[in-house]
């Protein structure tokens, strides 16, 4: 696997090469095709009623998840700085949520990460296209990073979650998390309270694959948000 394919848990990628580094502008006029999409019926032959997939996420998604990231998370969404930044982290790992179908793939539904520290994993970001909001995107990634968490023996899953986010909120409760702080002001430049929510884990001990160990851990950045 290489270039553009190549996922993003392998920071040895060379993006100059890879990325269609396109503009601000570009990435503001994908987002408005996105929210013009915002709200309407599925029909019976579209992506996301065919089913989709989790696969990792690769470099070349990183224009359609910033494009994502504009329409779902404002003015407190990453740029394609900050995206870049954090997909080279060390102990990161993202999913990507990928519509079936035969022919050119379409373009992803969702995406989602978590950074471990070597004792709590943390949910760094988790988003999804309007267009297949309520249609389980968002839970499915969610319990792919629970597992994932379980897997590499981390104490917990640790995120935060806009107060005003009852969505978001209820999913979360749903899968067991519960509320155990509450951080002033954390989603800027919004001044948008945050609640910090945590999953204990009973971890799974499985035999690690050499192509498959997490870096020596960095410290994290902020997470973006959450949109499910």
């Known amino acids: 696997m290489t270039g553009a394919d190549q996922p993003v848990e392998d920071a040895s990628v060379d993006l100059e090469q890879t990325l269609d580094l396109s503009t601000h502008r570009a990435l503001v006029e994908a987002a408005a095709e996105l929210e013009e999409r915002r709200g309407s019926e599925l029909p019976e032959d579209s992506p996301i009623a065919l089913g989709y997939h989790l696969r990792p996420l690769a470099w070349a998604d990183i224009t359609r998840v910033a494009a994502l990231e504009v329409q779902l998370f404002g003015r407190s969404a990453w740029t394609m700085g900050m995206l870049t930044e954090e997909l080279r982290g060390q102990g990161r790992w993202y999913v990507a949520a990928q519509p079936n179908g035969e022919g050119v793939p379409a373009p992803l539904v969702g995406y989602a990460g978590l950074w471990f520290d070597g ?3 943390h949910l760094m970001t988790i988003g999804v ?16 990073l629970v597992v994932r968490a ?11 979650v806009a107060v ?60 973006s948000g959450d949109s499910v």
């Open 164 to 223: 005003d986010n009852d969505v978001a909120i209820a999913m979360y409760r749903s899968r067991g998390f519960a509320q155990i702080g509450l951080r002033k002001r954390y989603y800027q430049p919004e001044d948008v309270d945050a609640f910090t929510m945590q999953l204990v884990l009973d971890p799974v001990v499985v035999p690690p694959h050499e192509d498959d160990l997490l870096d020596d851990v960095a410290a994290p950045t902020a997470a």
């Open 150 to 160: 379980r897997e590499i023996g981390a104490e917990s899953l640790i995120l935060e």
């Open 119 to 121: 004792e709590h994993a």
């Open 129 to 144: 296209d309007p267009v297949v909001k309520g249609h389980g995107v968002g839970k499915t990634m969610l319990d792919a």
